[in-house]
């Protein structure tokens, strides 16, 4: 698949282009439950791939392998992208393991209000 066909496909909902930044931007409204930052804040999302048929898979992590929370991560992922996309995929990724160095500047000034030594 070419690059641009790997970051850009139609959105079937509206007939508009589904991109990247767009699936990312939805999925700030993915929250972690026991921190309650948004999984792209905390570099919890490693990867997003765009299919040509507007189905989406994603490459994520949890802060543990021993999370018990892949469920609701699925369930608020299938919310934040209903209507953009097709279908969504998670591909759950263990490696590289997750670390506090992965957590974005915006992601770490939510942890330091809520009271975080970050």
């Not at 990247?20 to 999302?45: F, Q, R, S």
């Amino acid at each position: 698949m070419t690059e641009s066909a790997h970051e850009i496909a139609t959105s079937v909902a509206d007939g508009a282009t589904l991109t990247i930044d767009d699936v990312t931007e939805a999925m700030k409204d993915v929250v972690d439950p026991e921190l309650g930052i948004n999984v792209v804040d905390l570099g919890l999302v490693y990867g997003l791939h765009i299919e040509d048929d507007s189905n989406v898979v994603i490459d994520m992590t949890l802060t543990s392998a021993a999370c018990p929370l892949t469920d609701v991560i699925q369930d608020q992922t299938n919310t934040a992208l209903e209507g953009m996309v097709n279908d969504v995929h998670i591909n759950w990724v263990w490696m590289p393991p997750w670390g506090p160095e992965k957590i974005t500047d915006d992601g770490r000034e939510m942890l330091r209000a809520l009271g975080f030594n970050v």
